[in-house]
């Protein structure tokens, strides 16, 4: 079984550009070895007879069909933005 000792946890601190407690390294090698050791109960299931999956969904996705359904309150939109003119919502430009 893999384990996770001080070396591993302090390479992970120093990748993922950390400060880290002492308490808080012993913490997270004690539930990194929790989470392996868990892990390893997925080699004693017996998969032989399984067919392997590669999506959990078999059906495929329903489309619905492409409809124009017109939007009833565009004023409550529009009031969200500070500013309107002409019945258009005004946004600051772009500029290169």
């Known amino acids: 079984m893999i384990k996770v000792d001080d070396a591993l946890v302090k390479r992970l601190e120093e990748l993922a550009r950390l400060k880290l407690t002492d308490e808080q390294r012993k ?3 004690k539930d ?3 989470i392996l050791q868990y892990m390893e109960l997925l080699n004693e299931v017996d998969v032989s007879n399984v067919e392997p999956m590669y999506t959990p969904v078999e059906e495929s996705a329903t489309l619905r069909e492409d409809e124009v359904k017109p939007f009833e309150n565009l004023h409550l939109l529009r009031s969200n933005f500070p500013k309107e003119r002409s019945g258009h919502i005004v946004v600051p430009g772009i500029h290169a």
Do not use: L, P, R, Y
Request: glycine share 0%; charged share 15%; no cysteine.
């Open 27 to 29: 913490s997270i090698q």
């Open 32 to 34: 990194m070895n929790e």
